[in-house]
């Protein structure tokens, strides 16, 4: 469903990764692992745009989660699905919300560990909150592929192993980036690792070896 054969990922003339030869295929679940600064959020941001041309059911879920401060809970869930609707109902929707996309949206703020949040504005909430909402947004929005950028990173370790196995439940194809190697080795079919601006493996996550990703994160 994606394919990158030997390119080049650039900002302007700032290369940050080269030859990069990388795919996804249905049913996966791959997770990019590396320093920061090692490309991770760029080669995502690149799949993203790339499937979103052929693939209108993805969700994502950004690093900087990309919320509406200002609106609500349920506002900002509630947009994750926007093209479900015409431009009427999603506005009267906003403006005075019907109950039946509460009750869907309450739904999913329960799945996420923030029930009862739907009327507070996402400027109120820790950062943690904030990306529980980020990512009842892309459960909401649904669909057969996730790609998330570090989906659990201000989460607690435990809540964060729950959220990413309700992702993997939800979402047919997964690609994420995560910094947490246990909760990668978790939920990954496919690890990748990314160091110099290569990636230097990309592997059924069994054949990864603790070396292999301690090499990655060396000085
Ligand atoms: N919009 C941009 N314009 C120019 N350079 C950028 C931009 N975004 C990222 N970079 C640069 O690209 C390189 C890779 O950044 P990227 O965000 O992909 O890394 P990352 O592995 O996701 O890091 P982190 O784990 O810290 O999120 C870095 O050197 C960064 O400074």
């Known amino acids: 469903m994606l394919q990158f054969s030997g390119e080049a990922l650039a900002y302007g ?10 795919n ?3 049913g996966e679940r791959v997770v990019l692992l590396g320093r920061s600064g090692a490309g991770k959020s760029t080669l995502l941001n690149a799949s993203y745009r790339r499937l979103a041309e052929t693939h209108p059911d993805i969700a994502l879920v950004p690093q900087e989660h990309g919320l509406v401060p200002q609106l609500s809970v349920f506002h900002n869930v509630y947009m994750g699905r926007l ?34 949040f739907d009327r507070k504005a996402v400027e109120s909430l820790s950062g943690g909150q904030k990306q529980r909402t980020a990512l009842a947004r892309a459960i909401h929005r649904g669909g057969r592929v996730l790609i998330g950028d570090e989906p659990v990173s201000a989460v607690d370790e435990r809540h964060a192993a729950a959220l990413v196995d309700e992702l993997a439940t939800r979402f047919e194809t997964v690609l994420l980036a995560l910094h947490d190697v246990g909760l990668a080795r978790r939920v990954a079919t496919r690890l990748v690792g990314i160091r110099a601006g290569r990636i230097v493996f990309d592997l059924p996550s ?14």
Do not use: C
């Not at 003339?13 to 990388?22: A, E, K, M, P, Q």
């Not at 703020?109 to 029930?115: I, P, R």
């Open 13 to 22: 003339d700032h290369t940050v990764l080269s030859g990069v030869d990388f």
């Open 24 to 26: 996804l295929r249905p």
């Open 83 to 116: 093209d479900a609707h015409g431009a009427l109902y999603n506005l009267a929707n906003l403006v005075w919300p019907f109950p039946a996309q509460r009750r869907t949206v309450a739904s999913v703020l329960e799945t996420v560990g923030l029930a009862g």
């Open 206 to 219: 069994a054949e990864v070896s603790d070396g292999d990703i301690h090499d990655l994160y060396r000085a």
